[in-house]
């Protein structure tokens, strides 16, 4: 996908460049205004795709965290189950206790292990996506930049008119 809105800036910069100057002007330049918008909507299409992508990881690590608790609750669950069934025994209670706490122990560590890994992966890739988003913006940037400077006339060119208009006085 990048490099489709890459593909379509180079492009409009390419129109750009390419294009004719309106006669005895040399600020101004005749684009085909369809084909100029056609490409500017779909460089716009594209890049919510992008920000869609990120949005859609961040619901999957979300229900990635949702699941890991769902699963931790119900072996807690089973934990505390087993627990109240070895009550009656003193010696078995606390066999029961110790491997309750184990369990959940096990339990925590093995959500708070799946929770980091889920955040690390949606932070890389939110990451990468607004890096990717930050090097689209640049170059759109730096397409304007150079749209402007190629119609912005030059000193030598400001310097010659001057020069004809002074003779034509």
């Keep these: 996908m990048e490099n489709g809105v890459q593909e379509l800036l180079q492009m409009l910069t390419t129109m750009i460049s390419d294009a ?11 684009l085909d205004r369809e084909k100029a918008l056609d490409l500017l909507d779909e ?11 990120a949005r859609r990881l961040v619901t999957a690590r979300n229900e990635f965290i949702g699941s890991a608790k769902r699963e931790a609750d119900s072996i807690r669950k089973v934990a505390e189950e087993r627990a109240r069934q070895l ?16 369990i959940l122990a096990t339990a925590e560590s093995k959500s708070n292990e799946l929770r980091r890994v889920a955040n690390d992966y949606a932070e890389d890739i939110l990451r990468r996506t607004e890096e990717s988003i930050a090097n689209a913006l640049s170059q ?30």
């Design 43 to 53: 460089i716009k299409a594209q890049l919510p795709n992008e920000l869609g992508e």
């Design 140 to 169: 759109i940037q730096q397409s304007r930049k150079q749209f402007l400077a190629a119609t912005q006339p030059s000193d030598a060119a400001k310097e010659e008119q001057a020069v004809y208009d002074d003779l034509d006085e």
């Design 87 to 102: 009550v009656d025994e003193e010696e078995i209670l606390k066999m029961a206790r110790a491997q309750s706490a184990n």
């Design 20 to 30: 004719k100057n309106v006669p005895l002007s040399s600020e101004r330049c005749i």
